[in-house]
Structure formats: structure tokens, C-alpha cells
């Protein structure tokens, strides 16, 4: 069974400048989930997608990032401008659906180094 | 206040020792809880589900206290392969509802040495 594929592996960029990473999830998975995971830190959720809708973005600084899921399978997360801050490895997750106790699936991640 | 504390280390032990990590959560209305597993520079994978009774696989043990609130991860006869970062996961469910978002603690640094 494929997994979550995500790309880019690393991007390095300015800050101020854009930045887009893309998810696949494993196929028939309907829950989509951006997490954030800093040095030394546990993964925070970022959005969460049902099929292609959002059920969870409350914690996405929406001033600087976005993301879509248009047909329910792939997802694109955007930051512009990108911050200091935001250097980090970008987790795409992918479940079977919303239910307690699922089993999250996670890409390799994005490293993003902001300088 | 994070909603899931956990104690970084590093944990160094000799193979064959037995290690217990814990961690804290702070909102009673949580309704399921994990331990990940993440190796360095690799993603999070789901090592096993922490179950009101408590559970065991294989060498892996994971306890609940839900009137503490705090989980425990017990590793018996240690192996090398057992390095890793032990993350610690909580589910915290809406009010009324089947939705819920994952709270991952910072992890807990475990370093079997020969």
C-alpha cells in the first residue's frame, strides 16, 4: 500500500518570499491533516480536511497560510510571506475518517528553513 | 497551560533495562490517547492506543489513570532498535460531538546504549 507522499523533501527560502508543499494521501483516506512540527516540539495541527472541506483550521495563522483540498484528495499548504518562525518540518497526515481512535498515517515531511 | 506535558529526557539505558515514560494531559474531556513513536528525522507512527484497562504489547505496556490524568508507556528488556523519540497523544473531543483534534506532546527522548 502506497503511503503519504509529500514534496518538496526540503525547500530553503528568504523570508518574505512564498512557499507551497504538497500532500497526496494514502487512497481512500478521507480525513487530510497539515501539522506543523518546531525543533525540539511535538506536531501541531494546523487544518484538518474532511473529503474537501474544512473541519478544523482554528489554529492556521490564516493572515499568512492556506491551504486547499479541492476534489478531496490531494492538498496544497501555502505560506506567504514566509517568517523566521516558520522554519519547520511540514507532516501531511491522512486517516480513514473522523472517528475516535484512528490511526494517522504521516508523510516524511517538508523541512522548511526560513532565513 | 500545553494540554500534554511530558518530561523530554534524554532516557540513556543499557539494553535489557526496563524504561517508564509518563505524561500529563489537562482537559478532562479527552476521550482517547496514543503513544507515537518517531525516529530521528523520520515521521511520527503510531506505536500503540492507551485503553481505560490498560494494555500490553509485546514488550510495550501503556497505562491510563484518567482521575490523575496522566498516561505511562512502560518499555521492558530494552533493545536497541528501541531509540527514539516517544510522543504522547491526546485526543480531546468537542462537546457533543464525534470530532476531535489530536494534541501531541514534545516527546520524550529514549537512547538504548549497548
Known amino acids: 500500500e502506497a503511503g503519504v507522499a509529500q514534496s518538496p523533501r526540503y525547500k530553503i527560502i528568504e523570508k518574505r518570499q512564498s512557499v507551497a508543499f504538497w500532500c497526496n494521501p494514502i487512497s481512500g483516506h478521507a480525513t487530510l491533516y497539515w501539522y506543523q512540527q518546531i525543533l525540539g516540539q511535538g506536531p501541531k495541527l494546523l487544518i484538518q480536511?474532511?473529503?474537501?472541506?474544512?473541519?478544523?483550521d482554528s489554529q492556521l495563522p490564516k493572515d499568512r497560510f492556506s491551504a486547499e483540498r479541492l476534489k478531496g484528495v490531494d492538498s496544497t499548504l501555502k505560506i506567504q510571506p514566509a517568517k523566521l518562525e516558520d522554519s519547520a518540518v511540514y507532516l501531511c497526515a491522512s486517516s480513514i475518517g473522523l472517528m475516535f481512535r484512528e490511526k494517522l498515517f504521516f508523510g516524511s515531511g517538508t523541512q522548511l528553513s526560513v532565513l | 497551560r500545553k494540554e500534554v506535558e511530558q518530561d523530554p529526557g534524554p532516557f540513556n539505558v543499557p539494553e535489557g533495562a526496563t524504561v517508564a515514560f509518563n505524561c500529563t494531559y489537562s482537559n478532562s474531556a479527552s476521550q482517547s490517547f496514543f503513544w507515537y513513536r518517531q525516529d530521528c528525522r523520520k515521521e511520527p507512527k503510531l506505536l500503540m492506543s492507551v485503553y481505560s484497562s490498560g494494555n500490553e504489547d509485546g514488550r510495550f505496556t501503556a497505562q491510563l489513570n484518567r482521575a490523575s490524568q496522566y498516561i505511562s508507556l512502560l518499555i521492558r528488556d530494552s533493545k536497541l532498535s528501541d531509540s527514539a523519540t516517544y510522543l504522547c497523544v491526546v485526543n480531546v473531543a468537542d462537546r457533543g460531538s464525534t470530532l476531535g483534534r489530536l494534541y501531541f506532546g514534545r516527546g520524550t527522548q529514549l537512547t538504548v546504549w549497548p
Open positions: 480536511f474532511q473529503n474537501n472541506g474544512v473541519v478544523d
